[in-house]
């Protein structure tokens, strides 16, 4: 069986008790499951302290971070991962970064920084798309049960936090799931 289950709602709705529980269900009937829990910052396809940021700015982020230790510089740009043009790099995953550096990487942060809503849907878009080129089952468990990120994520990112119209959100859930079908 393979397959992914998403759970959305409300925050304090009783996602994380729902996605839970099924994730439970299906470990007792003997799938293969894996729970993804809100706030992981390694999500398959979620942005949870991950900054998106043209090369640019990251090299120069690393070039001045050189002048202090090249093994962080050349850590940092090795953990930057490639989503469409730009670059992404989960913050926790370099914790031993100075924290000016890790200041600068959160100006950048896809939910809480200066991204503007065009960079955030496309970096987003693109992870689901490379999700969907590498489904469940494929590296991990083959069913994978997620909470918040079609949906409650999106509209904080797009509808609260840039205000953008609800048509705008709706074509950018439809978008991701078509990113993932294209596959």
Known sequence: ??????????????????????????????????HWPEGRVDHPVDFEQVAALDP????????????????SARALLGGAEQLGDRLVVRQPVHAALPADVVDQLRAYDAYDGDVTAEVHAQVL????????????????????VWECVLLQHPVCALVARADLPVEALTAHVVGLVDAVRAV
Request: aromatic content about 4%; cysteine-free; charged content about 15%.
């Open 1 to 34: 069986m393979n397959g992914l289950v998403i759970v959305e709602g409300l925050p304090g709705s009783g996602k994380s008790t729902t996605a839970h529980g099924i994730a439970a269900w299906l470990a007792s009937q003997q799938v293969d499951v894996e």
């Open 56 to 71: 640019g700015p990251l090299e120069k982020l690393a070039a001045e971070l050189a002048l202090v230790s090249a093994d």
């Open 125 to 144: 878009k693109e992870s689901w798309r490379r999700f969907g080129s590498n489904p469940p089952g494929a590296t991990g468990a083959p069913v994978q």
